[in-house]
Protein backbone atom coordinates (compact mmCIF):
# COMPACT_ATOMS: atom_id res chain seq x y z
CA UNK A 1 0.00 0.00 0.00
CA UNK A 2 1.80 3.32 -1.23
CA UNK A 3 0.53 4.70 2.63
CA UNK A 4 2.83 1.85 4.48
CA UNK A 5 5.54 2.99 1.67
CA UNK A 6 5.53 6.40 2.86
CA UNK A 7 5.71 5.39 6.24
CA UNK A 8 8.64 3.53 6.04
CA UNK A 9 10.34 5.81 3.50
CA UNK A 10 12.46 7.68 6.05
CA UNK A 11 11.35 11.01 5.10
CA UNK A 12 11.43 11.92 8.80
CA UNK A 13 15.11 11.26 9.71
CA UNK A 14 16.05 15.12 9.54
CA UNK A 15 13.51 15.53 11.64
CA UNK A 16 14.88 13.29 14.20
CA UNK A 17 18.40 14.64 13.49
CA UNK A 18 17.20 18.17 14.95
CA UNK A 19 15.92 16.59 18.49
CA UNK A 20 12.29 16.44 17.46
CA UNK A 21 10.18 13.31 17.91
CA UNK A 22 9.23 11.80 14.15
CA UNK A 23 5.70 11.38 14.86
CA UNK A 24 4.12 7.86 13.27
CA UNK A 25 2.07 8.23 11.65
CA UNK A 26 -0.91 6.00 11.11
CA UNK A 27 -4.80 5.41 10.50
CA UNK A 28 -7.08 6.39 14.04
CA UNK A 29 -9.83 4.64 14.33
CA UNK A 30 -12.90 6.95 15.22
CA UNK A 31 -13.38 5.40 18.60
CA UNK A 32 -9.98 6.35 19.71
CA UNK A 33 -10.37 10.43 18.72
CA UNK A 34 -13.95 10.38 20.39
CA UNK A 35 -12.33 9.31 23.63
CA UNK A 36 -8.92 11.61 23.08
CA UNK A 37 -11.71 14.87 22.75
CA UNK A 38 -14.13 13.52 25.73
CA UNK A 39 -16.50 13.10 22.38
CA UNK A 40 -15.70 15.94 20.70
CA UNK A 41 -16.49 17.96 23.72
CA UNK A 42 -17.14 22.08 23.38
CA UNK A 43 -14.33 22.39 26.25
CA UNK A 44 -12.19 20.67 24.17
CA UNK A 45 -12.25 23.16 20.92
CA UNK A 46 -9.34 25.30 19.99
CA UNK A 47 -11.17 26.84 17.45
CA UNK A 48 -13.15 26.68 13.92
CA UNK A 49 -11.88 27.23 10.82
CA UNK A 50 -13.11 27.37 7.06
CA UNK A 51 -13.04 23.34 7.10
CA UNK A 52 -14.25 22.72 10.50
CA UNK A 53 -13.70 22.51 14.32
CA UNK A 54 -10.46 21.87 15.75
CA UNK A 55 -10.32 20.25 19.26
CA UNK A 56 -7.36 19.63 21.73
CA UNK A 57 -6.85 16.06 22.71
CA UNK A 58 -4.92 13.13 24.54
CA UNK A 59 -3.75 9.76 23.25
CA UNK A 60 -3.59 6.71 25.86
CA UNK A 61 0.02 7.67 25.63
CA UNK A 62 -0.28 10.79 27.35
CA UNK A 63 0.68 12.99 24.15
CA UNK A 64 -1.38 15.58 22.73
CA UNK A 65 -3.15 16.06 19.68
CA UNK A 66 -5.33 18.11 17.65
CA UNK A 67 -7.76 16.91 15.50
CA UNK A 68 -9.23 18.75 12.51
CA UNK A 69 -13.16 17.56 11.96
CA UNK A 70 -13.58 18.81 8.87
CA UNK A 71 -17.41 19.60 7.83
CA UNK A 72 -19.52 17.71 5.56
CA UNK A 73 -17.98 15.63 3.11
CA UNK A 74 -19.50 15.24 -0.56
CA UNK A 75 -19.14 11.60 -1.92
CA UNK A 76 -17.46 13.10 -4.96
CA UNK A 77 -14.71 13.94 -2.85
CA UNK A 78 -14.43 10.70 -0.49
CA UNK A 79 -11.90 8.62 -3.37
CA UNK A 80 -9.81 12.03 -3.12
CA UNK A 81 -9.28 12.58 0.70
CA UNK A 82 -7.03 10.07 1.29
CA UNK A 83 -4.55 10.26 -1.52
CA UNK A 84 -4.77 14.32 -0.75
CA UNK A 85 -3.96 13.78 2.99
CA UNK A 86 -0.90 11.12 1.85
CA UNK A 87 0.27 13.70 -0.15
CA UNK A 88 0.30 16.10 2.56
CA UNK A 89 1.64 13.85 5.08
CA UNK A 90 4.59 13.39 3.15
CA UNK A 91 5.52 17.11 3.32
CA UNK A 92 8.06 16.84 6.31
CA UNK A 93 10.18 20.29 7.65
CA UNK A 94 10.83 21.91 10.93
CA UNK A 95 8.64 24.58 9.94
CA UNK A 96 5.50 22.73 8.57
CA UNK A 97 3.14 21.18 11.03
CA UNK A 98 3.08 17.64 10.02
CA UNK A 99 0.12 15.29 10.16
CA UNK A 100 -0.15 12.75 12.66
CA UNK A 101 -2.48 10.71 10.78
CA UNK A 102 -5.79 10.61 10.04
CA UNK A 103 -9.89 9.17 10.17
CA UNK A 104 -11.75 8.65 7.57
CA UNK A 105 -15.10 6.33 8.82
CA UNK A 106 -18.46 6.73 7.89
CA UNK A 107 -19.00 9.88 6.56
CA UNK A 108 -16.56 11.76 8.94
CA UNK A 109 -13.18 12.93 7.84
CA UNK A 110 -10.61 13.68 10.56
CA UNK A 111 -7.30 15.28 10.62
CA UNK A 112 -4.87 14.54 13.87
CA UNK A 113 -1.90 16.57 14.61
CA UNK A 114 0.15 17.54 17.15
CA UNK A 115 -0.96 19.67 19.67
CA UNK A 116 0.91 23.14 19.27
CA UNK A 117 1.29 24.07 23.16
CA UNK A 118 2.19 27.79 22.17
CA UNK A 119 -1.39 28.24 19.93
CA UNK A 120 -1.36 30.12 17.11
CA UNK A 121 0.16 33.52 15.75
CA UNK A 122 -2.65 34.96 16.03
CA UNK A 123 -3.46 34.35 19.46
CA UNK A 124 -0.48 35.94 20.82
CA UNK A 125 -0.94 39.09 18.47
CA UNK A 126 -4.79 39.83 18.73
CA UNK A 127 -5.95 36.63 21.07
CA UNK A 128 -6.25 34.93 24.36
CA UNK A 129 -2.46 35.30 24.90
CA UNK A 130 -2.07 39.02 23.43
CA UNK A 131 -2.03 41.06 26.88
CA UNK A 132 0.96 38.95 27.84
CA UNK A 133 3.46 39.79 25.52
CA UNK A 134 5.47 36.72 24.88
CA UNK A 135 6.25 37.89 21.92
CA UNK A 136 9.81 39.57 22.14
CA UNK A 137 11.45 41.01 18.74
CA UNK A 138 13.83 38.15 18.55
CA UNK A 139 11.58 35.49 19.02
CA UNK A 140 9.24 37.68 16.23
CA UNK A 141 12.48 37.33 13.76
CA UNK A 142 12.25 33.70 14.16
CA UNK A 143 9.14 33.22 13.39
CA UNK A 144 9.52 35.42 10.36
CA UNK A 145 12.42 33.29 9.09
CA UNK A 146 11.23 30.01 9.95
CA UNK A 147 7.52 30.77 8.36
CA UNK A 148 9.50 31.75 5.28
CA UNK A 149 11.60 29.03 4.89
CA UNK A 150 8.29 26.66 5.69
CA UNK A 151 6.69 28.23 2.65
CA UNK A 152 9.52 28.20 0.97
CA UNK A 153 10.15 24.75 1.22
CA UNK A 154 6.18 24.16 -0.04
CA UNK A 155 7.12 26.30 -3.18
CA UNK A 156 10.34 25.28 -4.06
CA UNK A 157 11.69 21.75 -3.02
CA UNK A 158 8.22 19.44 -1.78
CA UNK A 159 6.90 17.33 -4.35
CA UNK A 160 4.32 18.12 -5.99
CA UNK A 161 5.11 21.67 -5.43
CA UNK A 162 2.34 23.42 -2.96
CA UNK A 163 0.49 26.71 -2.93
CA UNK A 164 -0.61 27.42 0.92
CA UNK A 165 -3.57 29.84 -0.32
CA UNK A 166 -4.12 30.58 3.11
CA UNK A 167 -1.38 32.29 4.97
CA UNK A 168 -2.44 34.57 7.84
CA UNK A 169 -1.59 34.49 11.58
CA UNK A 170 -4.38 31.86 12.79
CA UNK A 171 -2.23 29.40 10.50
CA UNK A 172 1.69 29.79 11.98
CA UNK A 173 1.58 27.62 15.12
CA UNK A 174 3.95 27.93 17.97
CA UNK A 175 5.61 24.86 19.70
CA UNK A 176 6.95 24.62 23.00
CA UNK A 177 9.85 26.85 21.76
CA UNK A 178 8.07 29.36 19.99
CA UNK A 179 9.40 27.98 16.66
CA UNK A 180 6.98 28.52 14.01
CA UNK A 181 5.14 25.83 12.11
CA UNK A 182 2.99 26.47 9.01
CA UNK A 183 0.00 24.89 9.46
CA UNK A 184 -3.09 24.00 6.98
CA UNK A 185 -1.18 23.76 3.74
CA UNK A 186 -2.45 22.28 0.54
CA UNK A 187 -5.79 22.35 2.17
CA UNK A 188 -7.72 24.56 -0.26
CA UNK A 189 -8.50 21.53 -2.22
CA UNK A 190 -10.80 20.09 0.64
CA UNK A 191 -13.15 22.87 0.00
CA UNK A 192 -15.67 20.65 -2.61
CA UNK A 193 -16.49 23.52 -5.13
CA UNK A 194 -19.61 25.55 -4.32
CA UNK A 195 -19.57 25.29 -0.55
CA UNK A 196 -20.37 28.48 1.08
CA UNK A 197 -18.07 30.00 3.68
CA UNK A 198 -16.27 33.35 3.50
CA UNK A 199 -13.24 31.92 2.92
CA UNK A 200 -14.16 29.99 -0.10
CA UNK A 201 -15.32 31.68 -2.31
CA UNK A 202 -12.09 32.44 -2.65
CA UNK A 203 -10.00 30.14 -1.05
CA UNK A 204 -8.12 32.70 1.09
CA UNK A 205 -8.77 34.69 4.09
CA UNK A 206 -9.97 38.52 4.04
CA UNK A 207 -6.82 40.80 4.56
CA UNK A 208 -4.48 38.61 2.97
CA UNK A 209 -5.77 38.33 -0.08
CA UNK A 210 -3.39 39.37 -3.39
CA UNK A 211 -5.52 41.99 -5.24
CA UNK A 212 -5.42 39.59 -8.51
CA UNK A 213 -6.34 36.18 -6.29
CA UNK A 214 -9.29 37.82 -4.97
CA UNK A 215 -10.99 39.55 -8.36
CA UNK A 216 -9.75 36.69 -10.85
CA UNK A 217 -8.93 34.12 -8.72
CA UNK A 218 -6.01 33.31 -9.87
CA UNK A 219 -3.60 31.07 -8.03
CA UNK A 220 0.29 31.08 -7.53
CA UNK A 221 3.22 30.96 -5.40
CA UNK A 222 3.21 34.82 -5.86
CA UNK A 223 -0.66 35.34 -3.92
CA UNK A 224 1.57 33.49 -0.57
CA UNK A 225 4.23 35.64 -1.14
CA UNK A 226 1.71 38.51 -1.29
CA UNK A 227 -0.22 36.97 2.02
CA UNK A 228 3.49 36.40 3.58
CA UNK A 229 3.88 40.25 3.26
CA UNK A 230 0.97 41.06 5.05
CA UNK A 231 1.27 38.75 8.43
CA UNK A 232 5.06 40.00 8.29
CA UNK A 233 3.25 43.76 8.70
CA UNK A 234 1.36 42.40 11.36
CA UNK A 235 4.06 40.27 13.28
CA UNK A 236 6.27 43.59 12.98
CA UNK A 237 3.54 46.29 14.12
CA UNK A 238 0.61 44.01 15.88
CA UNK A 239 -1.98 45.66 13.87
CA UNK A 240 -4.34 43.33 12.18
CA UNK A 241 -4.82 42.91 8.16
CA UNK A 242 -7.97 45.09 8.52
CA UNK A 243 -8.33 47.70 11.00
CA UNK A 244 -12.01 49.24 11.34
CA UNK A 245 -12.06 52.65 11.46
CA UNK A 246 -15.65 52.96 11.30
CA UNK A 247 -18.12 50.26 11.28
CA UNK A 248 -18.35 49.50 7.77
CA UNK A 249 -14.66 50.88 6.57
CA UNK A 250 -11.72 48.92 7.42
CA UNK A 251 -8.23 49.84 6.37
CA UNK A 252 -5.32 47.67 4.98
CA UNK A 253 -2.48 47.46 6.93
CA UNK A 254 -0.11 48.06 3.57
CA UNK A 255 -2.41 51.25 3.12
CA UNK A 256 -1.07 52.39 7.19
CA UNK A 257 2.57 50.69 6.59
CA UNK A 258 3.65 52.63 2.94
CA UNK A 259 3.09 56.06 4.03
CA UNK A 260 5.08 55.75 7.14
CA UNK A 261 8.26 53.46 5.72
CA UNK A 262 8.68 55.77 2.91
CA UNK A 263 8.98 58.84 4.95
CA UNK A 264 11.20 56.63 7.15
CA UNK A 265 9.04 56.39 10.24
CA UNK A 266 9.88 52.63 11.32
CA UNK A 267 9.58 53.66 14.82
CA UNK A 268 5.81 54.48 14.28
CA UNK A 269 5.46 50.91 12.74
CA UNK A 270 6.87 48.56 15.56
CA UNK A 271 4.13 47.16 17.80
CA UNK A 272 3.82 49.62 20.91
CA UNK A 273 3.60 46.23 23.06
CA UNK A 274 7.60 45.80 22.47
CA UNK A 275 8.20 48.80 24.31
CA UNK A 276 10.82 50.02 21.80
CA UNK A 277 13.01 46.98 22.55
CA UNK A 278 13.92 45.79 19.10
CA UNK A 279 16.78 45.89 16.90
CA UNK A 280 16.23 48.75 14.89
CA UNK A 281 17.67 47.28 11.19
CA UNK A 282 15.93 44.30 11.11
CA UNK A 283 12.62 46.21 11.75
CA UNK A 284 13.37 48.00 8.97
CA UNK A 285 14.19 45.08 6.82
CA UNK A 286 11.15 43.41 7.52
CA UNK A 287 9.11 46.49 7.02
CA UNK A 288 10.59 46.85 3.48
CA UNK A 289 10.43 42.90 2.91
CA UNK A 290 7.17 43.05 4.00
CA UNK A 291 5.66 45.91 1.57
CA UNK A 292 7.37 44.55 -1.49
CA UNK A 293 5.46 41.26 -0.69
CA UNK A 294 2.61 43.25 -0.66
CA UNK A 295 3.10 45.07 -3.77
CA UNK A 296 -0.09 45.25 -5.98
CA UNK A 297 1.71 44.00 -9.01
CA UNK A 298 2.38 40.39 -8.88
CA UNK A 299 5.57 40.85 -10.81
CA UNK A 300 7.08 43.06 -8.53
CA UNK A 301 6.96 40.55 -5.76
CA UNK A 302 10.19 38.64 -4.75
CA UNK A 303 9.67 34.60 -4.57
CA UNK A 304 9.90 32.91 -1.14
CA UNK A 305 13.46 32.14 -1.47
CA UNK A 306 14.55 35.60 -2.03
CA UNK A 307 12.21 36.77 1.26
CA UNK A 308 14.23 34.08 3.63
CA UNK A 309 17.33 35.88 1.34
CA UNK A 310 16.14 39.18 2.68
CA UNK A 311 15.05 38.46 6.21
CA UNK A 312 18.81 36.70 7.33
CA UNK A 313 20.09 39.95 5.93
CA UNK A 314 22.22 37.77 3.39
CA UNK A 315 21.11 40.48 0.42
CA UNK A 316 21.77 43.76 1.45
CA UNK A 317 21.71 45.40 -1.70
CA UNK A 318 18.39 44.10 -3.01
CA UNK A 319 17.48 45.84 0.36
CA UNK A 320 18.61 49.05 -0.06
CA UNK A 321 17.39 48.96 -3.68
CA UNK A 322 13.92 48.44 -1.95
CA UNK A 323 14.26 51.05 0.14
CA UNK A 324 15.74 53.40 -2.11
CA UNK A 325 13.33 52.92 -6.19
CA UNK A 326 10.80 50.28 -5.16
CA UNK A 327 9.33 51.98 -1.89
CA UNK A 328 8.79 55.10 -3.82
CA UNK A 329 7.61 53.45 -6.48
CA UNK A 330 4.61 51.98 -4.61
CA UNK A 331 4.03 55.24 -2.75
CA UNK A 332 3.75 57.13 -5.75
CA UNK A 333 1.40 54.59 -7.61
CA UNK A 334 -0.78 53.93 -4.02
CA UNK A 335 -1.09 57.70 -3.86
CA UNK A 336 -2.85 57.85 -7.44
CA UNK A 337 -5.42 54.99 -6.06
CA UNK A 338 -8.13 56.66 -4.36
CA UNK A 339 -9.77 56.40 -1.91
CA UNK A 340 -7.26 54.23 0.25
CA UNK A 341 -9.53 52.08 2.97
CA UNK A 342 -12.05 50.09 1.65
CA UNK A 343 -15.36 50.01 2.15
CA UNK A 344 -16.69 45.87 3.31
CA UNK A 345 -18.82 44.34 0.86
CA UNK A 346 -21.00 41.65 1.80
CA UNK A 347 -18.43 38.63 0.90
CA UNK A 348 -15.65 41.33 2.11
CA UNK A 349 -13.56 41.05 -1.29
CA UNK A 350 -11.33 44.07 -1.68
N1 LIG B 1 -2.12 21.67 16.02
C1 LIG B 1 -2.68 22.70 16.63
N2 LIG B 1 -2.29 23.06 17.88
C2 LIG B 1 -2.85 24.12 18.49
N3 LIG B 1 -3.81 24.89 17.96
C3 LIG B 1 -4.25 24.59 16.73
C4 LIG B 1 -3.72 23.47 16.00
N4 LIG B 1 -4.34 23.42 14.80
C5 LIG B 1 -5.20 24.45 14.77
N5 LIG B 1 -5.16 25.16 15.91
C6 LIG B 1 -5.96 26.35 16.23
O1 LIG B 1 -7.32 26.01 16.17
C7 LIG B 1 -8.07 27.07 15.62
C8 LIG B 1 -8.92 26.57 14.47
O2 LIG B 1 -8.06 26.20 13.42
P1 LIG B 1 -8.53 26.13 11.91
O3 LIG B 1 -7.33 25.77 11.07
O4 LIG B 1 -9.72 25.26 11.82
O5 LIG B 1 -9.03 27.60 11.61
P2 LIG B 1 -8.25 28.87 11.12
O6 LIG B 1 -6.78 28.60 11.11
O7 LIG B 1 -8.73 30.02 11.91
O8 LIG B 1 -8.77 29.06 9.64
P3 LIG B 1 -8.49 28.14 8.34
O9 LIG B 1 -9.59 27.16 8.29
O10 LIG B 1 -8.55 29.10 7.21
O11 LIG B 1 -7.15 27.50 8.53
C9 LIG B 1 -7.08 28.15 15.21
O12 LIG B 1 -7.01 29.15 16.19
C10 LIG B 1 -5.78 27.41 15.13
O13 LIG B 1 -4.68 28.27 15.36
MG1 LIG C 1 -5.92 26.91 10.22
Not at 65 to 70: M, N
Not at 147 to 174: C, Q
Amino acid sequence: MAFCSMICCGKGVDRKEKGKQQPTWRIFSLKELHSATNNFNYDNKLGEGGFGSVYWGQLWDGSQIAVKRLKVWSNKAEVQFSVEVEILARVRHKNLLSLRGYCAEGQERLIVYDYMPNLSLLSHLHGHHSSECHLDWSRRMNIAIGSAEGIAYLHHHSTPHIIHRDIKASNVLLDSDFQPQVSDFGFAKFIPDGATHVTTRVKGTLGYLAPEYAMLGKASESCDVYSFGILLLELASGKKPLEKLSPTVKRPIAEWALPLASEGKFSELADPRLNGKYVEEELKRVVLVALVCADAQPEKRPTILEVVKLLKGESKEKLSELENSDLRAQTQLRKRRIPNPVKETEHGSP
